[in-house]
């Protein structure tokens, strides 16, 4: 998840189309990876990366609205 995060903002840091294109890259490999770590007939009891994710962006669009509305 600290991977993530950081990927999040380093993105907003690059200019160029080029760098952005690579954090993007690296982002979905690592998500990709992450995903094909345990098999879908397996019991998982640990969350994954993209678990994790919509965890956080629960959060933080939460922390948003409580924001918007004071």
């Known amino acids: 998840m600290d991977i993530f995060k950081l990927l999040t903002l ?6 160029d189309t080029k760098s952005q294109s690579a954090v993007e890259e690296v982002g ?5 990876r992450d995903e094909a770590r345990v098999p879908e007939n397996e ?8 678990e ?7 959060t933080e669009v ?9």
Request: zero cysteines; proline letters at 0%.
């Open 10 to 15: 380093t993105f907003s840091k690059y200019t």
């Open 28 to 32: 979905i490999e690592f998500l990709r």
């Open 52 to 58: 994790q994710i919509v965890g956080w962006l629960s």
């Open 43 to 50: 019991n998982q009891t640990k969350l994954g990366v993209s």
């Open 62 to 70: 939460g922390k948003m609205a409580k924001r918007a509305n004071s």
